[in-house]
């Protein structure tokens, strides 16, 4: 029936249609700002680095110190480079904060193959203190069994 109701049908010239337009690019997503930056003190005892934001006490630094406060998540960057470890640092610190984690472990390593000098654990806490620290609560050199100083634990602000 279909067949026979289209018998006389002639198909329309190709110069007379009207082409879409193609679809506009879609945006690229956009990575989230940091928060402003806001100041720590910086406290150095026994080859130990500790950071708090105000209104953090001597206490809760020292627990988590101590290891008590168990990561939530960890961040490795043995083996990345300088300008990787930066932009892997900040996602990771972004995700947390999104996710609500308290505390997160950033495996650094403590340089021990980089002629003497520990380039990705000076980055991360320069980071940390600088660029980042608005979403630091408070960090502090790993406990021995979670890497001593080449890690660092992080309370991220909520």
């Known amino acids: 029936m279909f067949l026979e109701a289209i018998s006389g049908a002639v198909p329309l010239d190709g110069r007379d249609r009207v082409r879409k337009p193609p ?6 997503p956009r990575e989230p700002e940091l ?3 806001s100041a720590l003190t910086v406290e150095r005892e026994d080859g130990m680095v500790t950071a708090r934001g ?3 006490s001597r206490a ?5 110190r101590s290891g008590r406060i168990r990561p939530e998540a960890t961040l490795d960057l043995h083996g990345t480079t300088s300008a990787d470890a930066e932009p892997a640092l900040r996602r990771f610190l972004l995700e947390s904060a999104r996710l609500r984690r308290r505390c997160v472990l950033i495996v650094h390593g403590r340089g021990l193959h980089s002629d003497g000098a520990a380039v990705l ?6 980071a940390l203190v600088g660029p980042m620290s608005g979403l630091v609560h408070s960090l502090s050199t790993a406990h021995v069994r ?6 660092t634990y992080v ?3 909520a």
């Open 121 to 126: 654990r000076d980055l991360v806490r320069h």
């Open 155 to 157: 309370m991220v602000r």
């Open 23 to 28: 679809a506009p690019p879609k945006p690229l």
């Open 146 to 151: 979670d890497g001593g100083d080449g890690a």
């Open 54 to 56: 105000a209104g953090v």
């Open 60 to 64: 809760q630094v020292a627990e988590l």
């Open 35 to 37: 928060p402003p930056t």
